[in-house]
């Protein structure tokens, strides 16, 4: 079975500051992980997603992750916070399982708040 | 090009009635997808469609839920006699594949049960 883990479900930064944002994944094969973004009242839109290429994938909107097998993680980072970014943020993995259906389990969310 | 679009946004209904929410995905994708998200349960997967094969039913809840997608294009996802539990947003996603391709959301449809 493949779940997610969201480390914090809320997190404050100053704007300017760094972000990151905690995710781990248990998988008995090897994943693809995705990170999506919801505004309020919005449906989900794909910030970036890892499938066995690059370890460190760079996303929209100046965000970027690194897939790191020995720490079962994938956390989603960004240099300097926007209030644009403001926002919840999920942490998926795909099934890959027998069915191979592609269906998303998804991470607790973690809602980011930008101070200005 | 259009995106994932779903109606109503909002549907308000009584405990006991049927509803029904609708998905239009995008034109061209072959597999479709029904997430709900709810704050207790946050975002679970509910049903899976790829292209003429057999649905996978794995994440309904009970049986009052069912779905169809009619044409490989538009689907519908049917509740029977709502509870107040159902209360949720139901997210519809639609994929050129399955696997890695990526998931296309709608703007979901608000369910409350009153």
Redesign the interface.
């Known amino acids: 079975a493949q779940s997610v883990t969201q480390l914090g479900s809320h997190v404050s930064v100053s704007e300017g500051a760094l972000v990151l944002l905690r995710c781990n994944y248990s998988s008995s094969v090897p994943p693809?992980l995705f990170w999506?973004v919801q505004y309020p009242?919005?449906?989900?839109?794909?910030l970036l997603?890892y499938?066995s290429a690059a370890t460190l994938v760079k996303g929209i909107n100046g965000f970027e992750a690194e897939f790191k097998k020995s720490e079962t993680s994938f956390h989603l980072t960004k240099p300097s916070a926007h209030m644009s970014d403001a926002a919840e943020y999920?942490c998926?993995v795909?099934d890959?399982g027998s069915?191979?259906?592609?269906?998303?389990?998804?991470?607790?969310?973690t809602t980011l708040q930008v101070k200005p | 090009g259009a995106g994932?679009s779903q109606s109503p946004s909002n549907k308000v209904t009584e405990k006991g009635k049927d509803v029904e929410l609708r998905c239009d995905p995008i034109s061209g994708h072959t597999?479709l997808?029904w997430?709900r998200q709810s704050l207790g349960q946050?975002?679970?997967?509910l049903i899976?469609f790829?292209g003429n094969s057999a649905p996978?039913k794995s994440?309904l809840p009970s049986d009052r839920f069912s779905a169809e997608r009619t044409g490989g294009s538009v689907s519908t996802l049917t509740i029977q006699r709502t509870q107040q539990e159902d209360s949720a947003v139901y997210?519809c996603?639609s994929?050129r594949?399955?696997?890695?391709?990526?998931?296309?959301?709608?703007?979901?449809t608000r369910l409350t049960v009153t």
């Open positions: 693809y999506y009242n919005q449906g989900l839109q794909l997603k499938t999920f998926a795909s890959r069915s191979n259906t592609g269906k998303l389990i998804f991470g607790q969310g | 994932v597999a997808y997430y946050g975002l679970e997967f899976y790829q996978d994440g997210l996603a994929a594949g399955q696997g890695s391709y990526e998931q296309y959301f709608g703007p979901g």
